[in-house]
C-alpha cells in the first residue's frame, strides 16, 4: 500500500518556538518522492521541497529544516524560530512510479504572537 | 512561472446540478489532476489526466467525470451533484509524462458549496 501519515492534526506554538512536523510514508518502490507543501489561508498550495528516495541528506534552507530517514520511512520538517507567518496547513506527500501525488492528512500549524 | 488557474473561487449549486469545475495552465504540462481536500482527510485524487483526451480514475472517482479536449485545460464534472460534494477542489499540473520526479503546481481551488 502506498501512504502517507501525518499523525499531528494541529499544532499551535508561540511566536519564536522551534515546531517539527512529522510525516511517515508506506512504498513497496524503490524509486520514489517526497514533498512538503505549505498552504496559507489564501488556499493554493506552495512548494517547499522535493527529495528524491536515494538522497538521504538534510537539508536546510533558512529556517526550515527536513530530515529524511528511510530506515523508519520518515520525512519530518522543523522550523526554528517560527514566526506568525508561518501559520498554515502543511502537507507531506508521496510521489511514486506513474506519478501520482499521495498526501497526508495535513497539519494544522498555528504560530501565536 | 507556471500558472494553473481554476475559474471559480467560490461556487453554490443545488442538489441535482450538472456543474463544471474549470482548470487553465499555461505552461505546456502533459499531466493535470483534480483533488478534492476535506478536513481530516487531506487531498484525496479524484481523476487525473497524462495527455489530451487521456483520463485515468483516481481513488474517489464516483460521482465525477472529466474532459481534456485541449492540453492546458482538464475540466472536472459532477454530473448531478450531492450535499457529500461540498469541499474544496484543488487543480494541479505537472512536466514530465508518467515522470516521478516532478512537483506540482497547484491553482488556488475552488470551494464548491452544494444545498
Known amino acids: 500500500a502506498q501512504k502517507v501519515t501525518q499523525a499531528q492534526t494541529e499544532i499551535s506554538v508561540v511566536e519564536k518556538e522551534d515546531v517539527t512536523l512529522d510525516c511517515v510514508y508506506e512504498?513497496?518502490?524503490?524509486?520514489?518522492?517526497l514533498f512538503w507543501y505549505k498552504q496559507p489561508p489564501s488556499g493554493e498550495l506552495v512548494f517547499l521541497i522535493r527529495?528524491?528516495?536515494?538522497?538521504?541528506q538534510n537539508e536546510i534552507s533558512g529556517r526550515y529544516s527536513w530530515n529524511f530517514q528511510k530506515s523508519t520511512s520518515s520525512f519530518n520538517f522543523t522550523i526554528t524560530a517560527s514566526q506568525v507567518v508561518d501559520s498554515a496547513v502543511y502537507f507531506c506527500?508521496?510521489?511514486?512510479?506513474?506519478?501520482?501525488?499521495?498526501f497526508g492528512q495535513g497539519t494544522e500549524l498555528s504560530v501565536k504572537p | 512561472d507556471v500558472k494553473v488557474t481554476q475559474s471559480s473561487r467560490y461556487l453554490v449549486k443545488r442538489t441535482g446540478e450538472k456543474v463544471f469545475l474549470e482548470c487553465v495552465q499555461d505552461?505546456?504540462?502533459?499531466?493535470m489532476f483534480w483533488y478534492r481536500q476535506d478536513p481530516g482527510l487531506g487531498l484525496r485524487l479524484i481523476y487525473f489526466?497524462?495527455?489530451?483526451?487521456?483520463?485515468e480514475k483516481g481513488d474517489i472517482p464516483e460521482g465525477y467525470s472529466v474532459s481534456r479536449e485541449k492540453k492546458e485545460r482538464f475540466s472536472l464534472i459532477l454530473e448531478s451533484a450531492s450535499t457529500n460534494q461540498t469541499s474544496m477542489y484543488l487543480c494541479?499540473?505537472?512536466?514530465?509524462?508518467?515522470?516521478?520526479?516532478?512537483?506540482?503546481?497547484f491553482g488556488s481551488g475552488t470551494r464548491l458549496t452544494v444545498v
Open positions: 494541479a499540473s505537472s512536466l514530465g509524462r508518467r515522470s516521478s520526479n516532478y512537483g506540482y503546481t
Open positions: 512504498t513497496r518502490d524503490t524509486t520514489y518522492y
Open positions: 527529495r528524491n528516495s536515494f538522497d538521504e
Open positions: 506527500a508521496l510521489r511514486v512510479q506513474g506519478g501520482k501525488l499521495i
Open positions: 505552461m505546456d504540462h502533459e499531466n
Open positions: 489526466s497524462y495527455d489530451v483526451k487521456m483520463k
